[in-house]
Antibody, heavy 121, light 110 residues
Framework: EVELLESGGGLAQPGGSLRLSCAAS????????MQWVRQAPGKGLEYVSAISSNGGSTYYPKSVGGRFTISRDDSKNTLYLQMGRLRAEDMAVYYC??????????????WGQGTLVTVSS | QSVLTQPPSVSGAPGQRVTISCTGSSSNIGAGYDVHWYQQLPGTAPKLLIYGNSNRPSGVPDRFSGSKSGTSASLAITGLQAEDEADYFC??????????FGGGTMLTVL
């Protein structure tokens, strides 16, 4: 059974940093591209970052580019999101998700339960 | 403002059929990119409901169906049940923006 378990969320000050982790199990982690998707309280879904199966390619939208870094450790079956220079608008539940399908018609076939990031002084 | 437009809410009585629209443009749905749908039950993570416009993952009831035409897509739910009450999101790819989501539609079962 595919499982994705996020951790690392919590309270951070504006301008601060947090590192999120996503532990994967139930599938061959190194075979799959992975991504982070966030959801602000009461809002919709926003694509935050993606990394290819071999880690050689990453993607960030303009809203987080230069502040967030996605990485993976296939030896630990773990996905990471290093978040820096946090802003109030980064406050959200962050989900890690496995990519299904093929680019550009890919989708997210499994999701973690999410971890809440709160940005406040 | 989301790139893909969904109605904020829809409702229906048990047993009825409801549809949720997802309207895009020539740079996403209209460009031929696939549309996918997710169901988010209250307090839980999104779950893949429809992929590749009209395909159901294993375990998704055939009461759920998807279609696409031109710059729009639709999710149809037949035989509405109380457990279908949730938020529904569409997702596609945009040639300028990468992955894009709809703003979400809250389905209320009356």
């Amino acid at each position: 059974e595919v499982e994705l378990l996020e951790s690392g969320g919590g309270l951070a000050q504006p301008g601060g940093s947090l590192r999120l982790s996503c532990a994967a199990s139930g599938f061959t982690f190194s075979d799959y591209a992975m991504q982070w998707v966030r959801q602000a309280p009461g809002k919709g879904l926003e694509y935050v970052s993606a990394i290819s199966s071999n880690g050689g390619s990453t993607y960030y939208p303009k809203s987080v580019g230069g502040r967030f870094t996605i990485s993976r450790d296939d030896s630990k079956n773990t996905l990471y999101l290093q978040m820096g220079r946090l802003r109030a608008e980064d406050m959200a539940v962050y989900y890690c998700a496995r990519r299904g399908g093929t680019y550009p018609n890919h989708y997210f076939d499994y999701w973690g339960q999410g971890t809440l990031v709160t940005v406040s002084s | 403002q989301s790139v893909l437009t969904q109605p904020p809410s829809v409702s229906g009585a048990p047993g009825q059929r409801v549809t949720i629209s997802c309207t895009g443009s020539s740079s996403n749905i209209g460009a031929g990119y696939d549309v996918h749908w997710y169901q988010q039950l209250p307090g839980t993570a999104p779950k893949l409901l429809i992929y590749g416009n009209s395909n159901r993952p294993s375990g998704v009831p055939d009461r759920f169906s998807g279609s696409k035409s031109g710059t729009s897509a639709s999710l149809a739910i037949t035989g509405l049940q109380a457990e279908d009450e949730a938020d529904y999101f569409c997702q596609s790819y945009d040639s300028s923006l990468s992955v894009v989501f709809g703003g979400g539609t809250m389905l209320t079962v009356l």
